[in-house]
């Protein structure tokens, strides 16, 4: 069996959704597939400012009828009979305008309410897919995600119970019906109340590789609008190329500094049993695409490049000698990209996205420490695998730096499979251009090792070992499942 998810602009109107349902219908003929979706292009964005206008008791009649337009539109154009997908329209903008009315009535959007708004955007993106699979002869049949995945009850950001799940999504799903394809909401799940939560903004990858684990798919992929990961983001790097073949640890990494392809803790529920997850073009289907697996066995060097364009720097300090600053910088560490401390002086340099550099710098003085902003910062991390023990890899990238006399606001390495320079913002291209030419990336992308192993599970064969021997009986330690590890 196989997961296929597709993202929000490969389901964005009716003709794309055709496009899906021609890549699944491939899919099918090989044999058992699940279907995972998120809401349609933008939608998510929409319902959020639904819910922030209706807090503010401000008039959201137009916004919803324009979606409610344009879904009812895109069943038209893909299956006007369809009555299951009618009803679920019909039931779901009953329940959108309930909410939107209670909210602007009492002035408040309390958490959990706010997930039951943006789980629209899926709940209504599911049944158009499905219609269109049913209209071309599939039995497919839309499953809402709660019915499937179970999370921890911290609304706008719950963790996965991988267990849970396997209980819930093993008979629903991997239902003896080989020929019923379950179309799942990604995004969503429900905490042990049944109450809808969200796995996070772009957590539908998440639903794929959660349920993939919790099914024992033979495999993952990730349906979504370039032809896989690049060796650098390629809209800033002229030369970036589509890499064949990453490793879990590397994607986990690129994910968490920035690279938007994945979300960032995607990987995490199918490393652990050696899922392969394929990250391919729903618009150039048969072109070049990413294998993710535990990778080569001997590491060689940097392999892509990551950033985070838009990102602060700032100094801590504690307000008296001798002082600790350690405590409040761990309670905000979840929301850093880099914290290092300089032992000597006590300073820790700490850097975060711009749209969290507010809010840490706030916690971080309201804990009595000394804060001083460094400026506008960019974080490029070259990832990957065990680079600390290829210590040329960041001896070249500093060298190739330094000969162009481009500044280091800091360098750290905050795992065996990055180096993250800090540099000003505005050297943020300049640097991707100088590091992706002096570690040779383009070139690495290159490796026909890598491509025969990618098109090998392309085609379905090679299912990859798990990493490591013994990760598997480690993984329900303490009847968790690390989808959700902390993002030290
Ligand atoms: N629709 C959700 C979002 O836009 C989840 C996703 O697309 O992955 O964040
Ligand atoms: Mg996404």
Not at 16 to 33: F, N, Q
Not at 133 to 152: F, H, P
Not at 440 to 469: I, N, Q, S, T, V
Request: aromatic share 4%.
């Amino acid at each position: 069996m196989k997961v296929l998810k597709f993202g929000g602009s490969s389901v964005a109107d009716a003709d794309r959704i055709r496009k899906v349902g021609a890549i699944v219908r491939r899919a099918w003929s090989d044999g058992p597939v699940v279907v995972v979706v998120s809401a349609l292009a933008g939608v998510t964005d929409e319902l959020v400012g639904l819910a922030d206008l209706a807090t503010a008791a401000a008039d959201t009649g137009d916004r919803v009828r324009r979606l409610e337009e344009r879904h009812r539109r895109t069943l038209d154009e893909l299956a006007p009979e369809d009555r299951g997908a009618r009803d679920i329209l019909d039931r779901t903008f009953a329940e959108l305008a309930r909410l939107v009315t209670g909210v602007a009535y009492i002035g408040d959007c309390p958490p959990a309410v706010r997930d039951r708004i943006l789980a629209t955007g899926e709940r209504l993106s599911a049944p158009l897919v499905a219609a269109c699979l049913r209209a071309s002869g599939v039995a497919a049949e839309a499953v809402d995600g709660t019915e499937v995945i179970r999370t921890d009850s911290a609304f706008g950001g719950a963790a996965v119970d991988l267990e849970a799940t396997r209980e819930h999504a093993a008979p629903r799903l991997g239902a003896p019906d080989p020929h019923r394809v379950p179309v799942v909401t990604g995004f969503i799940g429900a905490d042990p109340r049944g109450a809808t939560t969200t796995l996070g903004r772009g957590g539908s990858d998440l639903s794929a590789t959660v349920l993939g684990a919790a099914l024992d798919a033979e495999a993952v992929e990730i349906w979504t609008d370039v032809n896989g990961i690049f060796t650098a983001p390629p809209r800033v790097v002229a030369g970036a190329r589509p890499q064949p073949r990453v490793s879990y640890d590397e994607a986990a990494e690129l994910a968490r500094f920035g690279a938007a392809v994945l979300f960032t803790h995607t990987v995490a529920p199918v490393r652990e049993r050696g899922i392969p997850v394929l990250v391919r073009n729903t618009f150039d289907p048969e072109g070049p695409a990413t294998l993710v697996d535990a990778g080569p066995e001997v590491p060689r060097g940097a392999r892509s490049l990551a950033s985070v364009e838009r990102a602060a720097a700032f100094t801590v300090r504690p307000a008296e000698p001798g002082g600790q600053a350690a405590p409040g910088v761990a309670a905000v560490a979840p929301r850093c990209l880099v914290a290092c401390l300089a032992a000597a002086s006590g300073a820790w340099t700490v850097v975060t996205a711009e749209a969290d550099a507010a809010a840490v710098a706030a916690e971080l003085e309201a804990s009595g420490l000394v804060v001083e902003r460094l400026g506008e910062a960019s974080v490029v991390a070259v990832v990957g695998s065990s680079l600390l023990h290829q210590p040329w890899v960041a001896g070249r990238a500093l060298e190739a730096l330094g000969r162009r006399d481009l500044p280091l606001r800091a360098v750290v390495s905050p795992s065996e499979h990055s180096v993250c320079l800090v540099v000003d913002r505005a050297d943020h291209a300049r640097a991707l251009a100088i590091l992706h030419e002096a570690l040779m990336l383009a070139h690495l992308a290159g490796r026909a090792a890598d491509a025969a192993r990618r098109d090998a599970a392309l085609k379905g064969e090679g299912h990859a070992e798990p990493p490591h021997p013994g990760r598997r009986d480690r993984r329900h330690r303490d009847g968790r499942s690390a989808a959700r590890p902390p993002a030290a």
